[in-house]
């Protein structure tokens, strides 16, 4: 696997969510090598990296088993996108839960992306199921960059829920 350069840097280790069990709020997931980003992992995503996992073509999936609450929630992602500037300086992302779009985010380089997700997706206990539409996803080698042949949107570094209000 290629290793990109745009997709940045992490300095940090995030502490790993647990794909089993009930996800506790707050909790990192990371999507790291050694992280257990993958056991959430639907669809749309390659081979995890050292420090981050690639969505692959223009849509990836995800999935989360929430705990009811009666606050809000807060979708947190810290990732960056592949760029190939001037043509690309950042990856428009749609973002939906449950298919319901909840933001959209230009994701550029390493920075964390945050939406709120609807009170009435998180009343009660279930599986919150996150899409990530990424129009502008293209290969390195399509972009003349590197001979790496995946269709590459975003690499996500981490993954949190956190209850706000």
Known sequence: MLLLISCGREDGAGSN????????YG??????????????????????????????????????????TESGVALK????????????????????????????????????HSALIPQELVKEDGLLTFTFRIPKATSPKAAGVAED????????HEVELRKVG
Not at 45 to 65: H, M, R
Not at 149 to 156: E, F, H, K, Q, W
């Open 17 to 24: 969510g647990s794909a089993t069990g009930q996800y506790a």
């Open 149 to 156: 042949p995946r269709v590459l949107g975003i690499c996500v």
């Open 77 to 112: 992602v810290r990732a960056s996108g592949f760029m190939n500037p001037p043509e690309l300086t950042a990856q428009p992302v749609e973002v939906l839960v449950n298919d319901r779009k909840i933001a959209d985010w230009q994701v550029g380089p390493l920075s964390e």
């Open 27 to 68: 909790t990192k997931i990371s999507f790291a090598q050694a992280g257990r980003g993958a056991a959430f992992q639907a669809s749309g995503w390659s081979t995890p990296e050292p420090q981050f996992t690639w969505t692959e073509g223009d849509t990836a999936v995800f999935a989360i088993q929430a705990p009811a």
